[in-house]
């Protein structure tokens, strides 16, 4: 069989080894991959060229990012590393959306902000521009001041750095909304548990988890649960303003809300949803 070697044009041997045959398929692969990626960006530019005309659409839809993984993985073989799929395709969603509109990232807040800035490293790409903020008031700050942004802040929790999420109560920050947790596949209330927050829609993905902020000034969440029809419980609490976790997507005019007020709870309001991968 007759070589045509990048490296040795000329050609040292006649025939290829079995290692030169598999390094050679790759070649043909990678130029393949080349082709669909190109592909696939000119689709892209497309639907943003759309967009843009009609008016409609944010750049920025983790919902529909999140199911599109979801399947990737589920019609990838077994054995394959899913962490792997992930890489792949945020880096394709990241080069998109960079092309798109750029998005500045601000990161703080946590313990760890090496930790952080790795998320977000990993979530938006390379080249994405990161900045790190004071605390989790200065980065939420920062992030409702600049368009096309988002901020990266731990998890929220009852203590600890995850204990900013009482700031969403404030008038300032009703436009931001948690719409990822990082990472994306993971346990996002472990170590490196993080949200992302940015003024994009919330949107379904099909396998979610709601967060919710109330007030319960008479200690009357579990009884209102029952009574909303609603599956959740109490993620955290700052004297009577509570922090929700909602089983499923529920949007902001879902009427088990209005139920969950009625049985006891003051300003209920959705303040994120993020994906289960």
């Known amino acids: 069989m007759s070589v045509h070697d990048p490296v040795n044009p000329e050609g040292a041997s006649a025939t290829r080894s079995p290692l030169e045959e598999a390094r050679a398929a790759i070649d043909a692969l990678d130029d393949q991959l080349l082709a669909l990626i190109v592909e696939r960006t000119a689709l892209a530019g497309a639907i943003a060229a759309g967009k843009e005309a009609e008016g409609a659409g944010p750049s920025m839809r983790p919902a529909r990012e999140a199911a599109m993984l979801r399947r990737l993985i589920a019609a990838a073989p077994k054995d394959l590393d899913k962490a792997v799929i992930i890489e792949v395709w945020r880096a394709l969603i990241s080069g998109n959306l960079r092309r798109q509109k750029p998005v500045d990232v601000f990161v703080g807040g946590a313990t760890d902000v090496t930790r952080h800035f790795d998320l977000a490293r990993r979530h938006f790409g390379a080249s994405t521009r ?7 008031r200065a980065t939420l700050t920062r992030m409702v001041d ?8 731990p998890f929220p929790s009852a203590s600890g750095p995850g204990m900013w999420w009482p700031i969403l109560a404030e008038r300032k920050f009703h436009g931001a909304a948690i719409v990822a947790a990082l990472p994306l596949r993971g346990t996002p209330a472990g170590p490196e548990g993080a949200v ?12 979610d988890t709601t967060l919710a902020l109330a007030f319960d000034p008479h200690h ?5 649960l029952n009574e909303s029809g609603l599956k959740g419980r109490e993620v955290a609490r700052a004297r009577t303003l509570l922090m929700i976790e909602f089983e499923g997507f529920v949007a902001e005019d879902d009427r088990r809300l209005v139920a969950l007020s009625k049985a ?3 300003g209920v309001r959705i303040v994120g949803v993020y994906a289960r991968i």
């Open 220 to 224: 009357r969440f579990v009884r209102s």
């Open 130 to 136: 990161i900045a790190r903020a004071e605390d989790a």
């Open 196 to 207: 992302l927050m940015t003024g994009a829609a919330l949107e379904p993905s099909g396998e």
């Open 264 to 266: 006891g709870l003051d």
């Open 146 to 153: 600049t368009p096309s942004s988002a901020a990266v802040l």
